[in-house]
C-alpha cells in the first residue's frame, strides 16, 4: 500500500489544518484524522487505483465532519404552539439551487477549478501544484471558470439584476 503511505505522507498535515479550522478543537480534528485514515486503510488496493487521492481524502474528510457534527448537534423540543416567523429570502440565497447542475454541464477543467478553489476551499497555490501549474496561470485558470460559470447560470437559471449588479430573482431549474 505504498499508494496510501505515499498520499498520506503528502497531505495529512494539510487535512489536519483543514480539520482543526472547522472544529476548532485539536484533539476532535487529529480523531477524526484517525477515523480518516481508517477509511483510507480500508480501501485496500482499491486507493491506489483512485485518479486524485487527495480530492478523495478531503471529500471523506468533509463527510466524516458532517457525520461527526450532524450526531454532536443537540436536539431542543419545541413547543406544539409555536408559529413560524416568515422571512424574506434573499434570492441570491437560494439561487445555489442551480449550482449542482450549471456546474456538470461545465467543462471538466472549469469544474474541477471550481470545485476545487471554490467550494472545497483549496488555495489557488495549492491548485497550480497538484496540475503542475504557474500560480498566475492556476489563478488565470480559476477567474476564467468563475465567469464561464457567472454566465452560464445567469442564461440557464435566467438570472435578474437590479440596478446595484445585486440578483434579483432568477428561475430555478431542475
Request: one cysteine or more; aromatic letters at 4%.
Amino acid at each position: 500500500m505504498n499508494c496510501l503511505t505515499t498520499a498520506w505522507t503528502l497531505h495529512a498535515a494539510e487535512l489536519r489544518g483543514w480539520l482543526r479550522h472547522r472544529v476548532n478543537n485539536p484533539a476532535l480534528a487529529d480523531d477524526l484524522l484517525q477515523d480518516l485514515f481508517l477509511k483510507a486503510l480500508r480501501q485496500g488496493e482499491r486507493f491506489c487505483d483512485l485518479h486524485n487521492a487527495r480530492a478523495w481524502l478531503f471529500e471523506v474528510a468533509r463527510n466524516l465532519l458532517a457525520d461527526h457534527l450532524r450526531v454532536a448537534h443537540h436536539m431542543v423540543e419545541l413547543p406544539d404552539d409555536l408559529t413560524a416567523q416568515t422571512e424574506d429570502t434573499n434570492p441570491v440565497d437560494t439561487l445555489t439551487a442551480c449550482l449542482p447542475r450549471v456546474l456538470s454541464e461545465l467543462s471538466p477543467e472549469d469544474r474541477e477549478a471550481i470545485t476545487l478553489c471554490d467550494l472545497q476551499g483549496m488555495a489557488q497555490a495549492d491548485f497550480a501544484h497538484a496540475k503542475g501549474l504557474s500560480l498566475s496561470a492556476a489563478k488565470s485558470r480559476v477567474q476564467r471558470a468563475r465567469v464561464r460559470l457567472r454566465a452560464h447560470m445567469s442564461q440557464a437559471c435566467q438570472v435578474q439584476m437590479d440596478e446595484g449588479g445585486r440578483v434579483s430573482d432568477f428561475v430555478p431549474r431542475h
